[in-house]
């Protein structure tokens, strides 16, 4: 047995693994490169932006997955790894716990792969060949002997989700007390610290979306933004994947896979995604059958369980054993629990559906609203808000959810609902157009925060009684209420306007609550040093730009006074659907805001030096060599412009989640873009296209997006044909 290292820097750290070396696992590299990088050609312009220009299909996935290893190596090889449900027979018995669903996943993808399209079935196959290709082309990056040979399959079954158990985690956790206590457990270990605590800032994951029509634009061309925000560690990957005459699409492809939560924009139309949360399962309870074992009673005839045993195999010293489970599904779905007589199902949307990338295919390919609209109405795509503009003029936003039509009330996710026929369980979705959506409405903008669909034009709101009681109640945070405020009015924007607005520094929450914590602050009879620092709150700007003094001492204070609490119930006046853009505001309890401020003063010295310390000074973009000052803060206090952070050893606090793909593009005869990718285009701290846009996003700047064929060539800094020998 020997130890074997992954080399790839982007698992930050080396990687050791007993491995056994077989010889009939070793592939040799081949002398010549594969017939299919004959027919693709990678040009990459500044900052690593790979163009993919094939003479087909399958080339285009090839070239896409060859450029996605060339720049985060042995995460996209652990990521297909892991959705065949192969991690325990590399790396051994603690990797095979995610194994058992991945295999099943991949079962679906199997025995779906032959319903899809021909394109799509060769993109994916394309990608499996180019990872493959590179594999074996370096394999001083892997185990010895790692050969996994991918195929489409691998790949697609990276995108299949079935009806997965965390849906039905908080129903478990109240009939099972094994659950309950696996509930708090998993609590404890994703539990995460305040900044007043320091550690690492809670995530606001989320994305904002904007799309601005004709009217509103000064050129009389559609605008639209897409800005999602998550982890700095999520892969969000630039490229154009262009097959002339069929496709050419430009926009953020998510490392590991072709079509994983694609947005972007072609030469007619463009859409971004922002997450959303919908009601997408429903949890039934089934009578056993007392006269048979493993039977259920529906519509009044007794069914067996369809019984599923899974196996897996595990590295085990110097051979491989195995570990097999026993699962259960019914008609409607799978088992998720068995007790007291009942049988309780998961029938969840998307559960065997594997359409999600023919989905979003025909949606890149689409070059009409008509079109693209008919591309959503395959339902694939089980969730997400889109937001969209084209070069019509259309803009359009759509609450896109593969939602159930409920024929009973819904039990949520806490409670199930009890039936004895199948007309009693859903059998459909709403249809498509009966969502909520908003097309070319009152204002020319439509907005997405991630809150639910009714306010996303404060001029036009959508009506919450036209639609299903288990529909999302009507909500509106601060951070998209700080978008609005930016976008409802009648200015008419270019690009860069649209941008400038965008890294707004502004806090809205100071606007809510400033005043109110001044006046409390200044009647408590402070001591020399907390007066002191309320009025330099009171002078703030209420901005967290980097420069700004005043947002440190803030948000400490804010963070000591909700603690343990429901955030919400901490203000004078709560949020109301009445006032859905000015409230909620003031602070409800006056003595507690005092003693946090006075506690915040102490802690902001403490740990930064001074009451006053600059937003950017500890506040930082750090990447490689870079280190720089970074304005902006986490949404549920009232940034449009999303960053959240995690304390370092000297003390600093380093970006490490938030806007960290921003594009915006306006449709005029040829599409206008820019964008930027704070974390680069490669995860690997050797690369040049690793740090290179990190101080850029900083100082809130975008690069011009190359899309013209003549434009492209004119910016090329590297070309070669994936897989062959540079």
């Given amino acids: 047995m020997t130890d074997l290292v992954f080399s790839h820097s982007s698992m930050r750290s080396l990687l050791v ?129 790692f050969a996994p040979h991918f195929t489409g399959y691998d790949v697609l079954a990276h995108e299949v989700s079935g009806a997965s158990m965390r849906k039905a985690a908080r129903f478990l956790s109240r009939i099972d007390p094994k659950a309950r206590r696996r509930g708090r457990d998993a609590d404890a270990e994703v539990a995460v610290a305040s900044p007043i605590a320091g550690g690492q800032d809670p995530p606001d994951e989320g994305s904002n979306a904007w799309a601005f ?31 002339p005459g069929v496709m050419d699409f430009y926009g953020d492809f998510r490392i590991g896979s072709p079509f994983g939560v694609v947005g972007g924009f072609n030469h007619d139309l463009g859409w971004s995604t922002t997450n959303n949360s919908p009601l997408l399962s429903q949890i039934y309870s089934l009578d056993v059958d007392p006269t048979q074992v493993d039977h259920y009673l529906l519509d009044g005839a007794s069914i067996p369980l369809q019984r ?37 199902v998961l029938k969840a949307a998307g559960d065997g559906d594997v359409r999600g990338g023919e989905q979003f295919l025909r949606m890149m390919r689409s070059h009409s609203l008509a079109e693209w609209k008919d591309a959503m109405r395959m339902r694939a795509r089980i969730t ?21 039509k409920l024929p009973l009330p819904s039990g949520g996710d806490t409670a199930a609902v009890p039936i004895t026929r199948t007309s009693e369980a859903w059998t459909s979705f709403i249809p498509f157009d009966s969502l909520p959506q908003l097309l070319n409405p009152k204002g020319g903008y439509v907005e997405n925060s991630n809150d639910p ?10 009506d919450r009684s036209k639609y299903p009681a288990y529909f999302p109640e009507p909500r509106l945070g601060l951070r998209q209420q700080l978008a609005l405020s930016l976008i409802n009015n009648d200015r008419k924007l270019n690009l860069q306007d649209v941008l400038t607005l965008k890294h707004s520094y502004r806090m809205l929450l100071a606007d809510r609550v400033r005043d109110d914590l001044v006046k409390e602050v200044r009647a408590s009879n402070p001591s020399p040093d907390v007066a002191k620092a309320i009025d330099m709150i009171a002078k703030w700007d209420k901005t967290v730009a980097p420069t700004s003094r005043g947002g440190v001492l803030f948000e400490m ?20 659907a009445k006032q859905p853009a000015s409230t909620p505001s003031g602070i409800r309890f006056p003595d507690r805001s005092v003693d946090a401020f006075k506690w915040a003063v102490q802690e902001t010295v ?38 959240w952070y995690k304390d370092d050893p000297d003390g600093k606090r380093e970006a490490n989640g938030g806007d960290g793909w921003i594009l915006a593009v306006e449709f005029d005869n040829e599409p206008q ?54």
């Fill in 606 to 643: 403490r740990r930064f030096g001074s009451a006053d310390v600059a937003w950017g000074d500890v506040h930082r973009v750090r990447i490689g060599e870079v280190d720089v000052p970074v304005g902006g803060c986490n949404g549920d206090i009232g940034c449009f412009r999303v960053l």
């Fill in 17 to 145: 693994l007993p491995f056994l070396v077989c010889a009939s696992t070793i592939v040799e590299a081949q002398t010549g490169p594969p017939d299919i990088a004959k027919h693709v050609e990678v040009r990459r312009t500044e900052h690593g932006v790979p163009h993919i220009r094939a003479d087909n299909m399958e080339a285009a996935g090839y070239g896409l997955g060859y450029v996605q290893i060339e720049d985060y190596g042995a995460r996209v090889a652990m990521g297909l790894l892991h959705s065949r449900g192969d991690m325990g027979r590399w790396f051994g018995h603690d990797s095979i716990e995610g194994d058992f669903n991945a295999r099943l996943n991949y079962e679906t993808a199997v025995n779906g792969y032959p319903t899809l399209d021909t394109d799509t079935r060769a993109i994916y196959d394309g990608f499996a060949e180019g990872v493959n290709r590179y594999i074996e082309l370096h394999p001083e990056e892997f185990p010895a002997g």
């Fill in 557 to 576: 204070w804010w963070r000591k006074y909700i603690d343990h609490t429901r955030p919400d119930t901490m203000y004078a006046v709560q949020w109301t």
């Fill in 384 to 404: 997400s808000n889109f937001t969209y503009a084209d070069r019509a003029g259309n803009i359009l936003y759509v609450w896109n959810a593969s939602i159930p």
């Fill in 213 to 243: 029509g004709p009217s509103r634009t000064k050129s009389g061309h559609a605008i639209l933004l897409r800005n999602p925000h998550l982890n700095w560690n999520s892969g969000y990957y630039e490229a154009q994947l262009t097959v």
């Fill in 453 to 462: 669909p009714y306010f996303t034009n404060l001029q036009q709101p959508l």
């Fill in 673 to 726: 873009a820019y964008s930027v990718l704070a974390y680069g285009e490669s995860s690997r701290e050797d690369s040049p296209f690793h740090s290179d846009q990190a101080e850029m996003f900083a100082r809130g700047e975008l690069k011009r997006v190359y899309w013209k064929e003549k434009d492209v060539e004119a910016q090329t800094i590297q070309r070669y044909r994936p897989g062959e020998k540079r």
């Fill in 308 to 344: 599923q045993l899974t196996t897996v195999e595990f590295r085990n010293g110097n051979g491989l054993s195995s570990e097999t489970r026993e699962t259960f599904r019914t008609t409607l779905g799978p088992v998720i629990y068995r007790g007291n007589g009942k049988i309780y």
